[in-house]
């Protein structure tokens, strides 16, 4: 089983007003999760991160991959917005260039998850685009590393192609952001990963649909995650496992 998983933060500019420090939380969160047994035990080499690349930084990246997969999860945190015009969202790798989710969809393999923890609003560009800490561990339990590398690649073979995308919020909506607890959900639905007991696998839609009812409390129904997802009746990709 060949699979990475990629993670691009951009929280802006040291000080500047719309500087987010907890995207940098996301990222170490992230990167620890997948390299820990529930996030399917990445090796270190797997698990990219890009903070604030430059579009050319993006493209050999996704280049090198292209073809080469069989699973691929892709993380986004940081800023971004919703153009109507392009209909699509658009990441913004750093403070002068984007890339428009839809142009990342053809190098992803048949079996991929898109995680987009940034706002959504609507916005149509005058431009062209082309404190880390730990996070809490609160397993119980000792996992097996290998067991569960093993069982995360037997669940991906048990699905059927198919791209799941989800996201912090709803278009015209912001994503939260917490200077300690990093973005609103990207903590929720680590959280709920983090929460996971043996023996089991969680898919991403079952981890999204516990975060969206926390991130929907928490917010006061202002941040409204959403989901793209086939409508199937066979499993949904997997986002955590647990194996003694």
Known sequence: MKRKALIITNPGTLNDENYCRGVLIDQQRYYKFFCSPKGGAYFPDDV?????????????????????LDFFIMVFCGHGYYNPKLDTNVFMLNSTAG??????????PSKAILIADCCREKYVPSFRFS??????????????????????????????PQTIR?????????????????????????????SISPIDCWSIVHCHNKAEQQVLIQSNGKQCPQISKPRILTPYLPFAVAVK
């Open 48 to 68: 990219t991160v890009l903070q604030t690349p430059t579009p050319k930084d993006l493209k050999k990246y996704l280049d090198s991959i292209k073809g080469n």
């Open 99 to 108: 890339v428009a989710e839809n142009s990342l969809l053809d190098y992803f």
């Open 131 to 160: 404190r880390i800490v730990n996070a809490k561990d609160n397993s119980l339990f000792f996992l097996d590393r290998e067991k569960c590398r093993k069982y995360y690649d037997e669940q991906i073979n048990m699905c059927q």
């Open 166 to 194: 989800v996201y912090a919020c709803g278009i015209d909506q912001t994503a939260q952001d917490d200077s300690q607890r990093g973005g609103l959900y990207s903590y929720n639905l680590l959280n709920v990963a983090d």
